[in-house]
C-alpha cells in the first residue's frame, strides 16, 4: 500500500500526569472518521515489548562483485507519492523526495512502474523516443543516477495502485490481477530489464557503462489483497513471478527478484503458501485448466514483505512487530522449501522490509517517531533482515535516520546486548553492533528505556578511553571513561523512549551543541 499524507495536530493524553504532543496524519484518501478511529485504535494499541527473534539470519557479506556502488546499504529509501511511469503524483517529480532520501544517508530510492499505465493501448517499444510513459520513467532513472541512489524498481505492477492489466491483454477474472496474456506481461518486464540494467540501452546511451543501473526488481504490490489483486489467484501470481523473473534474468543474470510485497496481516495466511506450494493448482480457473503449477520460491532471490508495526497492532488488536511478522513469513518459506522436488530451493538469507513506517496516519509526535526509528532499525537488524525500508520521514526523523547511518553504514552484526550492560536502575534494552572488516576494532550501542517502565539507568563497557554519545536528534556528546566504563541515564516514555548511539571506536563523531538533547 503507498499512501499520500498530510499532517495535522491534535492534542491527546498519554499518561495521567503528563500530556504530550501528538502529530496526526490525515491520509487524503482516508475519510475523517476512518482517521479518526485509527488514532484511537493507535493510542491504545501501540506494542509496548518487542520479543527478538529465535534464531537471526547471520550477517550479509561485506563486498559482492559486479553490482552498483553501495548496493550492500541496507537503508531503501521510499519517500513520497508516485504515478506508476517515473514521477509524483499530480504531475510532480521525484527530485526532491531523492533529495530527502541523499540528506539522510541513504543510497536506495523507489519507484512502481505499473504496466497499465506504461502500455495503455497495447506493447511499445521503449527505443522510440515518441514513447512518452518511457520518456518520463527515462528521467527518474537519469535523476536517481546523478545521485548516485540505487532503485530498487518495484515492475512489474498489476495490481494494487496499478489498477490491474491493460484491457488489450484481457484478464483471467473479471476485477482480479492476472491477465489472460500472461506472455505480454513477462515481455514488459524483459522491456524494463533490458532498458535500465547495467549496460543496458539507457545506460550505453548516456556513456555510463556497466557502472549504474537497476538491478534489484519486486514483482507487484501487496497481492494477496490490496485494491485489484491476486487474492484468489495465487497460483497465478506464482505463474507471474516465474515468468517475469526468468524474463528479466534472460536479459540480466544478475539480477534481484524480491517477492511476494506481502502486507503484515497476510503474512502467514493460506494465500502464500499457495504461492510456495506448487501442487495444489489454486488459482483462477484458466491456471488450474492449464494443470501447469509454478511455485514463487525458485523465482525469488529475496523475500519482500511490508509492516506498519502500530498501524498493524491497532487493527490486529495483537502485536505485529517486524520480528513477528519476519518470523512468519520465514517459516512459511521454509516449510516449502522442499515441497516438490522440481520446485526445490535453498533457504532464504535475503529478507527485504521495503513498505512500511509506524502508520501511514501519523499519530505519534515526530520525537516520538524518530525514537521509533532508532528502535524499529535495530531490532530489524537484529533479526537479519537484510534491507529496511526508511519512508516517508518527517524532520525529526530524518535528524533520526542520518545520525543513524553515518554511524552504522554497515550496521551488521546486531545483536541483543542486555547481559553485556550493567542495568542499575530502570529496565533498558540494551544492543551491540560490532565492527567487522580489516583494521576493525570498534563497537557500537544502541539502547533505549522499555516503555512505560520509567527512567533507566546503564552502565556500559568500553574499549576506548572516551565514546561519543547519539541522540536520535544528532545531537553528538564525547564523554571519558571510568575505568573504561561510562553510565548513561535513558529518559522513560510511555509509548516511545528515546533512545542513544554510543560510539566506541578509535575515531569518534564530530561533537555538537546539545541543547534540548536526550544525554544527561
Avoid at 64 to 77: D, E, K, Q, T, V
Avoid at 263 to 270: D, I, P
Avoid at 395 to 408: D, G, W
Wanted: charged content about 20%.
Amino acid at each position: 500500500m503507498n499512501t499520500n499524507t498530510t499532517e495535522i495536530n491534535t492534542e491527546i493524553t498519554a499518561k495521567p500526569r503528563s500530556k504530550r504532543r501528538i502529530a496526526c496524519c490525515g491520509c487524503c484518501t482516508l475519510p475523517p472518521v476512518v482517521t479518526v478511529i485509527g488514532v484511537y485504535l493507535l493510542m491504545q494499541n501501540i506494542p509496548l515489548r518487542y520479543p527478538g527473534v529465535n534464531n537471526p539470519i547471520s550477517a550479509p557479506p561485506t563486498q559482492i562483485s559486479n553490482m552498483p556502488a553501495h548496493w550492500l546499504s541496507p537503508y531503501l529509501g521510499h519517500t513520497g507519492s508516485w504515478d506508476g511511469k517515473g514521477g509524483g503524483m499530480r504531475g510532480s517529480n521525484k527530485i526532491a523526495d531523492m533529495d530527502r532520501e541523499i540528506a539522510m544517508g541513504l543510497h536506495w530510492t523507489f519507484m512502481p512502474v505499473y504496466w497499465r499505465q506504461m502500455e495503455p493501448n497495447g506493447p511499445t517499444d521503449p527505443e522510440s523516443t515518441s514513447t512518452q510513459p518511457w520518456n518520463e520513467l527515462d528521467a527518474f532513472v537519469i535523476a536517481a543516477h546523478d545521485r548516485g541512489l540505487n532503485i530498487l524498481m518495484q515492475a512489474p505492477v498489476v495490481g494494487g495502485n496499478g489498477g490491474g492489466p491493460p484491457t488489450w491483454a484481457g484478464v483471467r477474472d473479471l476485477g482480479k490481477s492476472a491477465p489472460k496474456n500472461m506472455a505480454a506481461v513477462a515481455e514488459f518486464a524483459k522491456k524494463l530489464a533490458a532498458r535500465y540494467k547495467p549496460g543496458g540501452t539507457l545506460a550505453s546511451s548516456l556513456g555510463w557503462g556497466t557502472e549504474y543501473g537497476v538491478r534489484a526488481w519486486e514483482l507487484d504490490n501487496e497481492p494477496a489483497n490490496y485494491l485489484t489483486n491476486w487474492s484468489t489467484q495465487p497460483g497465478d501470481y506464482a505463474e507471474f513471478v516465474s515468468k517475469c523473473a526468468a524474463a528479466i534474468k534472460a536479459v540480466d543474470p544478475q539480477a534481484v527478484v524480491a517477492s511476494p510485497a506481502v502486507a503484515s496481516g497476510t503474512a502467514a495466511s493460506g494465500w502464500l503458501q499457495n504461492t510456495l506450494n506448487p501442487l495444489g493448482l489454486q488459482g483462477s480457473a484458466a491456471y488450474h485448466k492449464s494443470a501447469i503449477p509454478y511455485s514463487i520460491g525458485p523465482a525469488s532471490d529475496a523475500v519482500s514483505f511490508h509492516v506498519y508495526e502500530g498501524l498493524d497492532t491497532a487493527f490486529a488488536h495483537k502485536d505485529r512487530t517486524i520480528e513477528t511478522v519476519f518470523t512468519e513469513i520465514r517459516a512459511v518459506f521454509e516449510a516449502n522449501e522442499n515441497r516438490a522436488p522440481q520446485f526445490a530451493y535453498a533457504r532464504k538469507q535475503e529478507y527485504w522490509h521495503t513498505e512500511g513506517n509506524f502508520d501511514f496516519i501519523g499519530v505519534l509526535s515526530q520525537d516520538r517517531r524518530a525514537s521509533w526509528r532508532f528502535q524499529f532499525m535495530t531490532r530489524a537488524f537484529a533479526a537479519g533482515i537484510r534491507r529496511v525500508a526508511v519512508m516517508d520521514a518527517a524532520s525529526a526523523e530524518q535528524a533520526a535516520e542520518h545520525a543513524y547511518t553515518s554511524i552504522l553504514p554497515d550496521p551488521f552484526p546486531m545483536v541483543r546486548a542486555d547481559s553485556f550492560a550493567t542495568t542499575i536502575r530502570g529496565k533498558a534494552v540494551v544492543f551491540q553492533h560490532n565492527d567487522r572488516g580489516t583494521g576493525q576494532n570498534g563497537c557500537v550501542w544502541i539502547l533505549w528505556a522499555q516503555a512505560d517502565t520509567g527512567d533507566a539507568v546503564v552502565k556500559i563497557p568500553l574499549r576506548y578511553a572516551n565514546a561519543a554519545i547519539v541522540d536520535t536528534r544528532g545531537n553528538v556528546r564525547i564523554v571519558n571513561a571510568t575505568n573504561k566504563t561510562i553510565t548513561v541515564s535513558l529518559n522513560e516514555d510511555a509509548k516511545m523512549a528515546p533512545g542513544l548511539i554510543i560510539v566506541d571506536r578509535p575515531q569518534l563523531p564530530r561533537p555538537t551543541a546539545l541543547e534540548g538533547s536526550n544525554p544527561r
